[in-house]
Protein backbone atom coordinates (compact mmCIF):
# COMPACT_ATOMS: atom_id res chain seq x y z
CA UNK A 1 0.00 0.00 0.00
CA UNK A 2 3.34 1.95 -0.20
CA UNK A 3 1.83 3.56 -3.83
CA UNK A 4 -1.51 3.87 -2.08
CA UNK A 5 -5.23 2.94 -3.47
CA UNK A 6 -8.43 4.57 -4.82
CA UNK A 7 -11.44 2.20 -3.93
CA UNK A 8 -15.36 3.09 -3.80
CA UNK A 9 -17.07 3.01 -0.40
CA UNK A 10 -20.56 4.05 0.88
CA UNK A 11 -22.72 4.26 4.05
CA UNK A 12 -25.58 1.39 3.58
CA UNK A 13 -25.71 -1.04 6.15
CA UNK A 14 -26.69 -4.13 6.33
CA UNK A 15 -29.77 -6.28 8.54
CA UNK A 16 -27.78 -5.55 11.66
CA UNK A 17 -27.06 -1.92 11.20
CA UNK A 18 -23.38 -2.94 10.74
CA UNK A 19 -21.83 -0.31 8.18
CA UNK A 20 -20.94 -2.28 4.19
CA UNK A 21 -17.84 0.04 3.88
CA UNK A 22 -15.99 -1.16 0.98
CA UNK A 23 -18.27 -4.71 0.91
CA UNK A 24 -21.65 -2.97 -0.31
CA UNK A 25 -22.79 -5.40 -2.95
CA UNK A 26 -24.31 -2.28 -5.20
CA UNK A 27 -20.25 -0.48 -5.03
CA UNK A 28 -19.73 -2.76 -8.47
CA UNK A 29 -21.29 -4.08 -11.27
CA UNK A 30 -22.12 -7.67 -12.27
CA UNK A 31 -19.40 -7.64 -14.14
CA UNK A 32 -16.86 -6.12 -11.20
CA UNK A 33 -16.42 -3.18 -12.66
CA UNK A 34 -16.75 -0.11 -10.02
CA UNK A 35 -20.97 1.40 -10.34
CA UNK A 36 -21.04 4.92 -11.45
CA UNK A 37 -24.33 5.62 -9.33
CA UNK A 38 -23.53 4.43 -5.98
CA UNK A 39 -20.93 5.00 -3.29
CA UNK A 40 -18.32 7.79 -3.26
CA UNK A 41 -14.78 7.66 -4.24
CA UNK A 42 -11.50 7.25 -1.50
CA UNK A 43 -8.30 6.84 -1.33
CA UNK A 44 -5.78 5.58 1.06
CA UNK A 45 -2.15 5.59 2.14
CA UNK A 46 0.51 4.01 4.03
CA UNK A 47 2.34 7.16 5.84
CA UNK A 48 5.88 6.69 7.47
CA UNK A 49 6.29 5.80 11.53
CA UNK A 50 6.21 8.85 13.73
CA UNK A 51 9.16 10.37 14.94
CA UNK A 52 9.27 7.73 17.87
CA UNK A 53 9.36 4.95 15.40
CA UNK A 54 5.74 3.98 16.33
CA UNK A 55 3.55 3.10 13.22
CA UNK A 56 1.07 5.02 12.01
CA UNK A 57 -2.61 4.40 10.43
CA UNK A 58 -2.81 5.30 6.91
CA UNK A 59 -3.49 8.31 5.46
CA UNK A 60 -7.53 7.67 4.27
CA UNK A 61 -9.68 10.68 2.43
CA UNK A 62 -12.66 10.28 1.09
CA UNK A 63 -16.49 11.83 -0.38
CA UNK A 64 -14.48 12.40 -4.06
CA UNK A 65 -17.00 12.71 -6.75
CA UNK A 66 -14.91 10.32 -9.18
CA UNK A 67 -12.03 8.21 -8.91
CA UNK A 68 -9.76 11.18 -11.19
CA UNK A 69 -10.23 13.80 -8.43
CA UNK A 70 -9.10 11.21 -5.79
CA UNK A 71 -5.55 10.05 -7.66
CA UNK A 72 -5.02 13.67 -8.29
CA UNK A 73 -5.36 14.25 -4.64
CA UNK A 74 -3.08 10.69 -3.46
CA UNK A 75 -1.04 11.83 -6.11
CA UNK A 76 -0.41 15.42 -4.14
CA UNK A 77 0.23 13.31 -1.27
CA UNK A 78 3.16 11.04 -2.81
CA UNK A 79 4.70 14.36 -4.26
CA UNK A 80 4.93 15.83 -1.07
CA UNK A 81 6.25 12.92 0.57
CA UNK A 82 8.78 12.45 -2.53
CA UNK A 83 10.05 15.83 -1.37
CA UNK A 84 12.18 14.55 1.01
CA UNK A 85 15.85 13.16 0.48
CA UNK A 86 16.09 9.31 0.57
CA UNK A 87 18.54 9.85 3.12
CA UNK A 88 16.85 12.51 5.27
CA UNK A 89 14.04 9.91 6.77
CA UNK A 90 13.70 12.36 9.59
CA UNK A 91 12.23 15.09 7.01
CA UNK A 92 9.92 12.59 5.17
CA UNK A 93 8.71 11.94 8.93
CA UNK A 94 7.96 15.88 9.22
CA UNK A 95 6.60 16.22 6.01
CA UNK A 96 3.99 13.43 7.07
CA UNK A 97 3.01 15.36 10.22
CA UNK A 98 2.74 18.46 7.97
CA UNK A 99 0.36 16.60 5.81
CA UNK A 100 -1.69 15.19 9.00
CA UNK A 101 -1.87 18.48 11.16
CA UNK A 102 -2.45 20.69 7.86
CA UNK A 103 -5.39 18.55 7.01
CA UNK A 104 -6.71 18.61 10.37
CA UNK A 105 -6.74 22.24 11.11
CA UNK A 106 -7.90 22.66 7.31
CA UNK A 107 -9.51 20.21 5.55
CA UNK A 108 -6.83 21.18 2.45
CA UNK A 109 -3.26 19.61 1.70
CA UNK A 110 -0.39 21.97 2.57
CA UNK A 111 1.48 23.66 -0.71
CA UNK A 112 3.77 21.31 -2.57
CA UNK A 113 5.82 24.72 -3.44
CA UNK A 114 5.69 25.93 0.35
CA UNK A 115 7.22 22.67 1.33
CA UNK A 116 9.18 22.05 -1.51
CA UNK A 117 11.20 25.40 -0.67
CA UNK A 118 11.46 24.77 3.04
CA UNK A 119 12.91 21.16 2.63
CA UNK A 120 15.34 22.72 0.42
CA UNK A 121 16.20 25.35 2.91
CA UNK A 122 16.75 22.67 5.57
CA UNK A 123 13.99 24.40 7.52
CA UNK A 124 11.80 22.55 10.65
CA UNK A 125 8.64 22.30 8.84
CA UNK A 126 7.12 21.15 12.35
CA UNK A 127 7.85 25.38 13.21
CA UNK A 128 5.49 27.75 12.06
CA UNK A 129 6.96 31.49 11.80
CA UNK A 130 4.90 34.09 12.46
CA UNK A 131 5.34 37.71 11.54
CA UNK A 132 5.68 38.75 15.45
CA UNK A 133 8.56 35.92 15.82
CA UNK A 134 10.51 36.74 12.56
CA UNK A 135 10.34 40.59 13.07
CA UNK A 136 12.05 40.22 16.53
CA UNK A 137 14.40 38.02 15.05
CA UNK A 138 15.00 40.54 12.48
CA UNK A 139 15.94 43.00 15.42
CA UNK A 140 18.22 40.87 17.07
CA UNK A 141 20.26 40.39 13.50
CA UNK A 142 20.68 44.23 13.67
CA UNK A 143 23.77 44.55 15.22
CA UNK A 144 25.67 47.47 13.66
CA UNK A 145 23.02 49.68 13.53
CA UNK A 146 22.81 53.19 14.62
CA UNK A 147 20.92 53.15 17.88
CA UNK A 148 18.34 55.80 16.81
CA UNK A 149 17.38 53.54 13.54
CA UNK A 150 17.54 50.57 15.91
CA UNK A 151 14.71 52.67 18.07
CA UNK A 152 12.89 53.43 15.20
CA UNK A 153 12.59 49.68 14.14
CA UNK A 154 11.87 48.76 17.36
CA UNK A 155 8.82 51.26 18.15
CA UNK A 156 7.43 50.47 14.00
CA UNK A 157 7.74 46.70 15.52
CA UNK A 158 6.29 47.04 19.11
CA UNK A 159 3.30 49.41 18.59
CA UNK A 160 2.10 48.44 15.15
CA UNK A 161 3.47 45.64 13.08
CA UNK A 162 3.27 43.09 15.98
CA UNK A 163 -0.26 43.96 17.22
CA UNK A 164 -1.71 43.96 13.87
CA UNK A 165 0.30 41.46 11.99
CA UNK A 166 2.30 39.45 14.33
CA UNK A 167 -0.51 36.81 14.83
CA UNK A 168 0.01 35.33 10.83
CA UNK A 169 2.21 32.90 9.75
CA UNK A 170 4.87 34.90 7.60
CA UNK A 171 4.59 33.06 4.49
CA UNK A 172 0.96 33.74 4.46
CA UNK A 173 1.43 37.52 4.76
CA UNK A 174 -0.75 39.12 2.13
CA UNK A 175 -0.79 42.80 0.73
CA UNK A 176 -4.34 42.87 2.34
CA UNK A 177 -3.02 42.08 5.52
CA UNK A 178 -0.79 45.48 5.25
CA UNK A 179 -3.58 47.45 3.71
CA UNK A 180 -5.78 46.35 6.61
CA UNK A 181 -3.17 47.06 9.42
CA UNK A 182 -3.10 51.06 7.87
CA UNK A 183 -6.68 50.95 7.03
CA UNK A 184 -7.17 50.27 11.17
CA UNK A 185 -4.21 53.03 11.84
CA UNK A 186 -6.30 55.91 10.32
CA UNK A 187 -9.34 54.88 11.83
CA UNK A 188 -7.80 54.90 15.30
CA UNK A 189 -6.24 58.55 14.06
CA UNK A 190 -10.19 60.04 13.85
CA UNK A 191 -10.48 58.20 17.41
CA UNK A 192 -7.93 60.14 18.77
CA UNK A 193 -9.17 63.33 17.50
CA UNK A 194 -12.49 62.86 18.89
CA UNK A 195 -12.05 61.89 22.04
CA UNK A 196 -9.69 64.99 22.64
CA UNK A 197 -12.34 67.63 21.47
CA UNK A 198 -14.11 65.57 24.10
CA UNK A 199 -15.30 67.14 27.41
CA UNK A 200 -15.13 64.72 29.64
CA UNK A 201 -11.70 64.76 31.31
CA UNK A 202 -11.67 61.00 30.92
CA UNK A 203 -11.81 60.44 27.80
CA UNK A 204 -9.58 63.21 26.70
CA UNK A 205 -7.29 61.08 29.63
CA UNK A 206 -7.34 58.10 27.52
CA UNK A 207 -5.54 59.49 24.80
CA UNK A 208 -3.76 61.35 26.34
CA UNK A 209 -0.24 60.41 25.03
CA UNK A 210 -1.18 59.45 22.10
CA UNK A 211 -0.78 61.29 18.85
CA UNK A 212 -2.04 60.59 15.39
CA UNK A 213 -0.02 58.62 12.55
CA UNK A 214 0.97 61.06 9.83
CA UNK A 215 1.45 59.61 6.23
CA UNK A 216 4.93 60.33 6.59
CA UNK A 217 5.33 57.88 9.55
CA UNK A 218 3.05 55.12 7.87
CA UNK A 219 5.78 55.31 5.67
CA UNK A 220 8.25 54.57 7.79
CA UNK A 221 6.69 51.43 9.07
CA UNK A 222 6.13 49.92 5.74
CA UNK A 223 9.56 50.76 5.08
CA UNK A 224 10.51 48.90 8.53
CA UNK A 225 8.41 45.78 7.55
CA UNK A 226 9.59 46.23 3.55
CA UNK A 227 13.31 45.67 4.86
CA UNK A 228 12.54 42.46 7.57
CA UNK A 229 10.64 41.12 4.67
CA UNK A 230 14.02 41.71 2.40
CA UNK A 231 15.92 39.88 5.28
CA UNK A 232 13.74 36.74 5.19
CA UNK A 233 13.78 36.99 1.50
CA UNK A 234 17.83 37.17 1.60
CA UNK A 235 19.04 35.43 4.00
CA UNK A 236 17.16 32.72 5.21
CA UNK A 237 15.07 32.28 2.21
CA UNK A 238 11.70 31.95 4.47
CA UNK A 239 9.39 33.47 1.80
CA UNK A 240 9.72 34.48 -2.29
CA UNK A 241 7.70 37.53 -2.27
CA UNK A 242 7.46 40.39 -0.48
CA UNK A 243 4.00 42.13 -0.08
CA UNK A 244 4.87 44.77 1.53
CA UNK A 245 6.74 46.12 -1.25
CA UNK A 246 4.14 46.66 -3.82
CA UNK A 247 1.58 48.11 -1.40
CA UNK A 248 0.26 51.36 -2.65
CA UNK A 249 0.66 53.83 -0.26
CA UNK A 250 -0.57 57.71 -0.61
CA UNK A 251 2.51 59.42 -1.63
CA UNK A 252 4.70 60.98 1.25
CA UNK A 253 3.90 65.14 0.63
CA UNK A 254 6.72 67.33 2.89
CA UNK A 255 4.95 69.61 4.35
CA UNK A 256 6.07 73.09 2.74
CA UNK A 257 7.83 75.73 4.79
CA UNK A 258 6.18 79.37 4.93
CA UNK A 259 6.99 82.62 5.86
CA UNK A 260 5.42 84.74 8.45
CA UNK A 261 4.65 87.42 6.45
CA UNK A 262 2.46 90.52 8.18
CA UNK A 263 -1.18 88.69 6.86
CA UNK A 264 -0.30 85.04 8.54
CA UNK A 265 0.97 86.81 11.78
CA UNK A 266 -2.12 89.01 11.87
CA UNK A 267 -4.33 85.52 11.37
CA UNK A 268 -2.16 83.70 13.59
CA UNK A 269 -2.66 86.69 16.51
CA UNK A 270 -6.22 85.81 16.41
CA UNK A 271 -6.02 82.35 16.20
CA UNK A 272 -3.55 82.30 19.39
CA UNK A 273 -6.23 84.33 20.87
CA UNK A 274 -9.16 82.09 20.04
CA UNK A 275 -7.07 79.06 21.31
CA UNK A 276 -6.07 80.50 24.51
CA UNK A 277 -9.41 81.67 25.70
CA UNK A 278 -11.05 78.24 24.25
CA UNK A 279 -8.44 76.68 26.68
CA UNK A 280 -8.90 78.56 29.69
CA UNK A 281 -12.87 78.18 29.31
CA UNK A 282 -12.37 74.21 28.90
CA UNK A 283 -9.95 74.41 31.95
CA UNK A 284 -13.28 76.34 34.00
CA UNK A 285 -10.61 79.51 34.36
CA UNK A 286 -7.67 77.19 36.18
CA UNK A 287 -4.65 78.36 34.49
CA UNK A 288 -3.21 77.81 30.94
CA UNK A 289 0.39 77.27 30.21
CA UNK A 290 1.33 79.61 27.37
CA UNK A 291 4.05 77.66 25.79
CA UNK A 292 1.72 74.82 25.30
CA UNK A 293 -1.07 77.70 24.00
CA UNK A 294 1.70 78.93 21.89
CA UNK A 295 3.13 75.80 20.01
CA UNK A 296 -0.77 74.21 20.03
CA UNK A 297 -2.52 77.62 18.23
CA UNK A 298 -2.55 76.80 14.47
CA UNK A 299 -0.30 77.84 12.16
CA UNK A 300 -0.20 77.97 8.42
CA UNK A 301 2.10 75.50 7.62
CA UNK A 302 3.58 73.12 10.79
CA UNK A 303 6.87 74.29 8.94
CA UNK A 304 7.28 78.13 9.82
CA UNK A 305 10.17 80.64 9.10
CA UNK A 306 10.59 83.73 10.18
CA UNK A 307 11.94 86.97 8.24
CA UNK A 308 15.05 88.69 8.55
CA UNK A 309 13.70 90.78 10.93
CA UNK A 310 12.16 88.61 12.90
CA UNK A 311 14.83 86.42 13.62
CA UNK A 312 16.90 89.80 14.49
CA UNK A 313 14.48 90.11 17.19
CA UNK A 314 15.04 86.52 18.68
CA UNK A 315 18.67 87.04 18.66
CA UNK A 316 18.47 89.86 20.40
CA UNK A 317 15.94 88.25 22.93
CA UNK A 318 18.35 85.75 23.68
CA UNK A 319 21.54 87.84 23.68
CA UNK A 320 21.43 87.64 27.27
CA UNK A 321 20.94 83.82 27.70
CA UNK A 322 23.77 81.23 28.16
CA UNK A 323 23.17 79.57 25.03
CA UNK A 324 22.87 82.56 22.54
CA UNK A 325 25.94 81.32 21.34
CA UNK A 326 24.48 78.08 20.25
CA UNK A 327 21.05 79.71 19.07
CA UNK A 328 23.18 82.18 16.70
CA UNK A 329 25.32 79.42 15.41
CA UNK A 330 22.43 77.49 14.37
CA UNK A 331 20.35 80.55 12.81
CA UNK A 332 23.28 81.51 10.26
CA UNK A 333 24.96 78.09 9.97
CA UNK A 334 22.27 76.01 10.07
CA UNK A 335 23.23 73.10 12.61
CA UNK A 336 21.12 70.35 13.43
CA UNK A 337 20.07 70.58 17.06
CA UNK A 338 22.08 67.46 18.05
CA UNK A 339 25.22 68.88 15.90
CA UNK A 340 24.81 72.01 18.30
CA UNK A 341 24.40 70.33 21.24
CA UNK A 342 27.15 67.29 20.36
CA UNK A 343 30.02 70.16 19.13
CA UNK A 344 33.13 70.00 20.75
CA UNK A 345 35.83 72.69 21.64
CA UNK A 346 38.58 70.69 19.81
CA UNK A 347 36.51 70.58 16.76
CA UNK A 348 36.38 73.97 16.99
CA UNK A 349 39.35 76.68 15.36
CA UNK A 350 37.96 80.06 15.91
CA UNK A 351 41.54 81.37 14.99
CA UNK A 352 41.13 80.15 11.24
CA UNK A 353 36.97 81.05 11.59
CA UNK A 354 35.86 77.01 11.11
CA UNK A 355 34.38 74.50 12.82
CA UNK A 356 33.79 70.38 12.06
CA UNK A 357 31.04 68.13 12.72
CA UNK A 358 32.14 65.02 13.63
CA UNK A 359 29.07 64.35 16.15
CA UNK A 360 25.68 64.60 17.30
CA UNK A 361 24.05 64.19 20.82
CA UNK A 362 20.47 62.43 19.88
CA UNK A 363 17.65 62.01 21.92
CA UNK A 364 16.26 58.40 22.43
CA UNK A 365 12.99 58.74 24.25
CA UNK A 366 14.19 60.64 27.21
CA UNK A 367 17.61 59.37 27.10
CA UNK A 368 20.64 61.10 25.14
CA UNK A 369 22.88 59.18 22.72
CA UNK A 370 25.92 60.32 21.11
CA UNK A 371 26.70 58.98 18.03
CA UNK A 372 27.63 60.00 14.28
CA UNK A 373 26.02 62.66 12.68
CA UNK A 374 22.90 62.09 10.13
CA UNK A 375 24.77 61.02 7.04
CA UNK A 376 28.10 61.27 5.49
CA UNK A 377 27.11 64.40 3.87
CA UNK A 378 26.65 65.46 7.29
CA UNK A 379 30.09 65.26 8.64
CA UNK A 380 31.23 68.69 7.13
CA UNK A 381 33.66 71.97 7.95
CA UNK A 382 32.15 74.69 8.06
CA UNK A 383 33.21 78.75 7.80
CA UNK A 384 32.29 81.21 10.55
CA UNK A 385 31.66 84.48 9.91
CA UNK A 386 33.09 87.61 12.69
CA UNK A 387 30.04 87.97 14.56
CA UNK A 388 29.60 84.54 15.45
CA UNK A 389 33.46 84.11 15.89
CA UNK A 390 33.18 86.86 18.77
CA UNK A 391 30.16 85.50 20.03
CA UNK A 392 31.61 81.98 20.62
CA UNK A 393 34.96 83.40 22.15
CA UNK A 394 32.62 85.46 24.81
CA UNK A 395 30.94 82.26 25.26
CA UNK A 396 34.01 80.34 25.65
CA UNK A 397 35.18 83.24 28.52
CA UNK A 398 32.16 82.56 30.45
CA UNK A 399 32.22 78.83 30.16
CA UNK A 400 35.79 78.88 32.31
CA UNK A 401 34.21 81.57 34.38
CA UNK A 402 32.28 78.66 35.56
CA UNK A 403 34.37 76.52 35.51
CA UNK A 404 36.81 78.07 37.72
CA UNK A 405 33.88 78.72 40.03
CA UNK A 406 32.79 75.25 40.41
CA UNK A 407 36.38 74.16 40.75
CA UNK A 408 36.64 70.15 41.31
CA UNK A 409 32.86 70.04 40.77
CA UNK A 410 33.09 71.07 37.37
CA UNK A 411 32.53 67.89 34.72
CA UNK A 412 35.25 68.40 31.90
CA UNK A 413 33.32 66.92 28.95
CA UNK A 414 34.93 69.42 26.50
CA UNK A 415 31.32 69.92 24.96
CA UNK A 416 31.15 73.41 23.78
CA UNK A 417 27.60 73.90 25.25
CA UNK A 418 26.65 72.47 28.44
CA UNK A 419 24.86 72.56 31.72
CA UNK A 420 26.47 74.99 33.89
CA UNK A 421 28.55 72.04 35.92
CA UNK A 422 30.21 71.41 32.60
CA UNK A 423 27.45 68.16 31.87
CA UNK A 424 26.14 67.18 27.92
CA UNK A 425 22.89 69.73 27.54
CA UNK A 426 19.43 67.21 27.10
CA UNK A 427 18.22 68.66 23.77
CA UNK A 428 14.76 68.90 25.13
CA UNK A 429 16.10 71.46 27.42
CA UNK A 430 17.73 73.34 24.32
CA UNK A 431 14.13 73.29 22.56
CA UNK A 432 11.85 74.44 25.29
CA UNK A 433 14.67 77.27 26.09
CA UNK A 434 14.41 78.14 22.35
CA UNK A 435 10.53 78.31 22.30
CA UNK A 436 10.47 80.36 25.39
CA UNK A 437 12.67 83.18 23.86
CA UNK A 438 10.60 83.26 20.97
CA UNK A 439 7.43 83.69 23.33
CA UNK A 440 9.47 86.18 25.16
CA UNK A 441 10.54 88.17 21.88
CA UNK A 442 6.77 88.38 21.07
CA UNK A 443 7.35 86.56 17.65
CA UNK A 444 4.82 83.59 16.02
CA UNK A 445 6.00 80.21 16.74
CA UNK A 446 8.34 78.07 14.69
CA UNK A 447 10.59 74.94 15.65
CA UNK A 448 14.09 75.19 16.87
CA UNK A 449 14.77 73.09 13.03
CA UNK A 450 12.97 75.79 11.66
CA UNK A 451 16.31 77.95 12.63
CA UNK A 452 17.35 75.54 10.20
CA UNK A 453 15.31 76.31 7.34
CA UNK A 454 15.95 79.77 8.11
CA UNK A 455 19.82 79.59 7.67
CA UNK A 456 19.57 78.02 4.45
CA UNK A 457 16.83 80.08 3.22
CA UNK A 458 19.22 83.54 4.33
CA UNK A 459 21.91 82.31 2.43
CA UNK A 460 19.82 81.87 -0.53
CA UNK A 461 17.87 85.16 -0.19
CA UNK A 462 21.74 86.46 0.20
CA UNK A 463 22.79 84.87 -3.54
CA UNK A 464 24.60 82.13 -1.47
CA UNK A 465 25.44 79.26 -4.53
CA UNK A 466 23.42 76.46 -3.77
CA UNK A 467 26.07 73.89 -3.86
CA UNK A 468 27.04 76.09 -0.92
CA UNK A 469 24.15 76.01 0.86
CA UNK A 470 23.93 72.15 0.32
CA UNK A 471 27.49 71.56 1.62
CA UNK A 472 26.90 74.16 4.95
CA UNK A 473 23.68 72.18 5.75
CA UNK A 474 25.10 68.38 5.11
CA UNK A 475 22.50 67.69 2.62
CA UNK A 476 23.44 64.70 0.10
CA UNK A 477 22.14 66.27 -2.71
CA UNK A 478 22.00 69.85 -3.74
CA UNK A 479 18.81 68.62 -5.50
CA UNK A 480 16.84 67.87 -1.54
CA UNK A 481 17.90 71.32 -1.06
CA UNK A 482 16.17 73.52 -4.19
CA UNK A 483 13.56 71.60 -3.41
CA UNK A 484 12.63 72.26 0.23
CA UNK A 485 14.02 76.19 -0.19
CA UNK A 486 14.05 77.98 -3.16
CA UNK A 487 10.59 78.54 -2.67
CA UNK A 488 10.73 79.90 0.61
CA UNK A 489 12.20 83.47 0.57
CA UNK A 490 10.99 84.86 -2.52
CA UNK A 491 9.74 88.14 -1.48
CA UNK A 492 12.93 88.57 0.04
CA UNK A 493 15.30 86.90 -2.54
CA UNK A 494 14.14 89.92 -4.80
CA UNK A 495 15.28 92.51 -3.08
CA UNK A 496 18.26 90.95 -0.86
CA UNK A 497 22.23 90.80 -2.44
CA UNK A 498 23.52 90.83 0.77
CA UNK A 499 25.03 87.98 2.45
CA UNK A 500 23.79 86.24 5.02
CA UNK A 501 25.22 87.84 8.01
CA UNK A 502 24.23 91.54 6.85
CA UNK A 503 20.76 90.23 6.20
CA UNK A 504 20.32 89.77 10.25
CA UNK A 505 21.58 93.48 10.80
CA UNK A 506 19.52 95.19 8.16
CA UNK A 507 17.48 98.24 9.46
CA UNK A 508 14.30 97.20 8.52
CA UNK A 509 11.31 98.90 10.07
CA UNK A 510 8.76 95.59 9.88
CA UNK A 511 7.93 94.82 13.38
CA UNK A 512 6.18 91.34 13.34
CA UNK A 513 5.36 91.64 17.48
CA UNK A 514 2.40 90.71 18.57
CA UNK A 515 0.45 93.09 21.38
CA UNK A 516 -1.84 89.85 21.97
CA UNK A 517 1.06 88.27 23.11
CA UNK A 518 2.41 90.21 25.55
CA UNK A 519 -1.31 90.96 27.26
CA UNK A 520 -1.80 87.32 27.70
CA UNK A 521 1.57 86.75 29.09
CA UNK A 522 1.16 89.36 31.47
Given at each position: ?23 C ?9 W???H????Y ?27 E ?13 D ?6 RV ?24 K ?13 G ?22 GH ?23 D ?18 G????R ?26 M ?11 P ?6 PP ?18 T ?43 F ?12 Y???T ?6 G ?7 K????E ?12 L ?5 E????T ?14 A ?36 P?Y ?13 LP ?8 H ?13 K ?20 V ?5 KA ?9 SM ?16
Open positions: MAEGTTFKRCSCKDGNGKPYGQKPKLRRPGGASHRGSWNQLELPPTAEGKRRGPLRRGGFESQDVATELAQVRELLALAPLEPKTQIADLIKKTLAETGNLPGAETVRRVRRGHDLGVEITVAWLEEFLKRKRTIEETTRRSYEIRLYLIPYLGHLRLDRLKVSHIAMFDEIEEFNTTITDQRRSDPQIASVKYRRPIGVSTMHSIRATLRHALNAIRQDRLIDFNAAVLEMRARPKALVWTDERVKQWRDFRDYFTAEKQRRGGRRVDPIDAYVSSPRPSSVMVWTPAQTRLLEEAAQHRLFAMRLIVRGLRREACGLRWDVNLAGMLTINWQLVQAWGVHGKPKDASERTLALDSDTIILRAHRTRQLQERMALGEAWKDTGFVFTQEDGDRLHQVSDQFLWLAYMAGPIRLHDLRGAASLMLAAGVEMVVQETLGHTSSAFTADTYTSFPEVAAAEKTAALLNEKEQPVSGDIIALRQ
